[in-house]
């Protein structure tokens, strides 16, 4: 190992060596004091908290969600590839209609199941990844902790599902047949080893009661599945929820509606800046 700055070299050994296990502390301080004196990275490491799933509020997790889905939803149906992920049928539906609350409109076409595409848009989102489109027809999931693209064509695409269609912003041509591509997009190995997303055992580092023991998509899921049980919508399926009274589904947007506000409004009284000491002593000469 060779440090880019100085070419420092630090020998390693052998990975299936016995003894690696009860020098990796030792290593681990290697790492750093192998430096140089003046070396920068000796001085000012990378914080380890840039490796670690980043902590955000309920609301915040929701909205990121959401938008992530929307991104693939954006696509045309045979852009998206058929995905590979663990998930039992009712947290689906439970995803599928938190997801869809916030975007649902009158012109949006009324499914009375989850098509396959809808599966393949809430796997990508629940694991981090985004639509990108780049160079014309070529669409990408991208990952903004690893960095790491994916090309969506290089997979086996979803049907068009019947009775929801998406309509275009534009016209796009089908990718060329007789591609060789892989059957299904494993939306966890598709990660880098070491993004949080889908890892959390950074070596040498220490528990803290402030980062949960859980990888980046599970912390999701379970703000997710506790925002639809605080907003009524926890396993509702798609055809049970249009069968509802146009009220319940309104209450529920009412609900999302009020929790945005007030994460709004917590963040405008956290922006505003106290008043300083020379503005107090001044105030209190003049009276």
């Not at 954006?74 to 039992?88: A, C, E, M, Q, R």
């Amino acid at each position: 190992m060779i440090c880019a700055y100085n070419t420092t070299s630090l020998v390693l050994r052998n990975r299936e060596d016995d003894g690696v296990k009860a020098i990796t502390a030792k290593f681990v301080e290697q790492l750093t004091n192998q430096h140089s004196r003046a070396c920068v990275w000796k001085i000012t490491a990378i914080d380890k908290t840039l490796c670690r799933f980043p902590l955000r509020s309920s609301a915040s997790t929701v909205r990121a969600f959401e938008r992530r889905y929307k991104s693939f939803q954006n696509l045309l149906p045979y852009h998206v590839p058929i995905t590979k992920f663990d998930l039992d049928q009712s947290t689906i539906e439970t995803l599928y209609t938190l997801a869809r609350l916030s975007s649902a409109t009158s012109s949006t076409p009324a499914c009375t199941s989850i098509t396959e595409f809808d599966k393949s848009c809430l796997g990508l989102a629940l694991y981090g990844w985004q639509a990108e489109e780049q160079h014309g027809d070529l669409n990408f999931a991208r990952c903004f902790l690893c960095m790491r693209s994916v090309g969506l064509w290089n997979f086996k695409k979803v049907d068009t599902p019947e009775g929801c269609q998406v309509t275009p912003l534009s016209k796009k041509k089908r990718p060329s047949e007789g591609v060789a591509v892989e059957e299904s997009l494993d939306v966890k190995a598709q990660h880098r080893w070491f993004c949080p997303w889908v890892y959390n055992e950074l070596i040498g580092s220490t528990s803290s009661a402030e980062y949960s023991k859980k990888v980046g998509w599970e912390i999701t899921l379970d703000s997710l599945l506790q925002s639809a049980s605080s907003t009524g919508t926890n396993a509702i399926s798609p055809s049970s929820r249009h069968a509802t009274t146009g009220g319940s589904t309104r209450g529920s947007e009412d609900v999302l509606s009020r929790m945005k506000e007030a994460s709004n409004l917590v963040s405008s009284l956290l922006r505003q800046r106290p008043p300083t000491k020379t503005s107090d002593t001044l105030m209190s000469s003049s009276s």
